[in-house]
């Protein structure tokens, strides 16, 4: 049976390495830990479909076979969208449909990791602090591992995403002022943790749980049984996704299995944009920048870590910000074009290739792959406005044909 080959986790400024995978931050100067691995001699068929992210052990914490939960997370499908890239005239933007997972989105692989880990170190529970995605995916692990949950919410959730928390059935509890800022947040993530002794803090960043990544990362070992493209654009809120990305193409490149790393993007929305603000001014941190205001809820963030800066600039990508109508239009030509209906966030990432093309920041016959975070079943919400559009006959006999 394939083990761990889990040395430690590493921080990503000093180079510090912990031994104890139970350490969230580096103690020596602040900064985002990552799990280092020893992949000397490590030998993955990246060609072989892997169902579960399970079958990446090695390259995964350690956890014993007995408490990894999974429900078959990953192996998502990648398909080429011809209608959408003729119209932008670009011939190879390959979609990434983590929409397809169990819960609905990426966090997933994230919650998939982290449920286990709370199962390997006996905790009584596991708690977050989402709205969205995240708490969806916890909730669904947790329930699946029969792990107590927490969810913490901010007053003005929506009622169609508390639906989708509710049916895994964790506690819920709403908040007020749960996300006014990053201080706010960490404070209450902190109290809740001396409230509840021995239960997980399951925050999915790095800050918090630097290890989720390593579940997440296997998106990049997935898209590299294909081909590796010249570019990936990645929708980005606290930056875990794009790092975790970053991750899986540079283990990958370590391991002699791929030959060149993609440049990665981060597409941000133009009101809440803090990563690429950093960019911009070229700084080593992301600052903490005004209220955020985009359609794309998954990306309604005005802080970052510095793990995804790092990544953006040693892979040799950049930043860019869309409009709520670049976002809009690019969700409702997926649909249309294409037949796949994203959630906002997601096709955030689409109206950034987009715009990048259009700008010349990217080659028309460049292959890139966009990753699409989520189903837009997640938010969407059908108002009785939207019957007037469709058509109602007394019978069949009726229908008009055209
Ligand atoms: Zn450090």
């Known amino acids: 049976m394939e083990k761990s080959r889990f040395i430690g986790l590493e921080c990503i400024r000093c180079g510090e390495i912990y031994s104890d995978p139970q350490i ?48 078959d997370e990953g192996d998502t499908p990648y398909v080429r969208l011809e209608n959408y890239g003729s119209m932008i005239g670009a011939g190879n933007i390959w979609a990434k449909l983590e929409g397809c997972n169990p819960s609905g989105s990426f966090k997933d692989r994230a ?41 913490l919410v901010r007053e003005d959730s929506t009622l169609s995403k508390l639906e989708q928390i509710s049916a895994y059935n964790p506690r819920i509890v709403r908040v007020k002022k749960l996300f006014t800022n990053k201080q706010t947040l960490m404070e209450s993530l902190k109290r809740v943790e001396t409230l509840l002794p021995g239960w997980r803090n399951g ?43 970053f991750k899986g193409f540079s283990e990958l490149k370590n391991m002699n299995l791929i030959d060149k790393m993609p440049k990665i993007v981060t ?54 910000s869309v409009s709520d109508r670049e976002i809009e239009n690019a969700q409702k030509n997926l ?13 955030a990432a689409l109206a950034g290739v987009e715009k990048a093309i259009r700008n010349g920041r990217v080659q028309k016959d460049a292959t890139i792959s966009v990753i699409l975070t989520g189903t837009g079943f997640k938010e969407y919400q059908f108002n009785q406005s939207e019957l007037k559009g469709i058509e109602l006959l007394d019978s069949v006999n009726d229908l008009k044909v055209y």
């Open 24 to 71: 969230t931050v580096c103690r020596t100067c602040g900064d985002v830990l990552t799990g280092k691995y020893d992949l000397t001699g490590l030998k993955i068929n990246i060609k072989e479909q892997k169902h579960s992210i399970w079958n990446y052990v090695p390259v995964l914490p350690p956890v014993l076979p007995e408490n990894q939960f999974s429900l």
């Open 111 to 151: 919650a998939s990791v982290e449920v286990s880990l709370a199962k390997q170190w006996k905790c009584a529970g596991i708690f977050t602090a989402s709205s969205g995605n995240a708490a969806a995916a916890l909730a669904a692990f947790a329930a699946r591992a029969r792990l107590k949950c927490l969810i």
């Open 203 to 245: 925050f999915v960043w790095a800050p918090f749980n630097p290890l989720a990544a390593d579940g997440v990362k296997t998106i990049s070992y997935e898209i590299s049984s294909k081909k590796v493209p010249d570019y990936v654009f990645v929708p980005t809120a606290g930056g875990d996704l794009l790092f975790s990305i």
């Open 267 to 320: 597409v941000q929305g133009d009101n809440a944009s803090p990563l690429v603000q950093a960019l911009e001014k070229n700084l080593d941190h992301v600052e903490e920048t005004g209220t955020p205001s985009t359609i794309a809820g998954a990306l309604r963030v005005n802080f970052g870590a510095n793990h995804a800066i790092k990544a953006i600039k040693e892979s040799g990508g950049f930043g860019i």
């Open 335 to 347: 649909a249309e074009l294409d037949g796949i209906f994203a959630e906002t966030s997601s096709a």
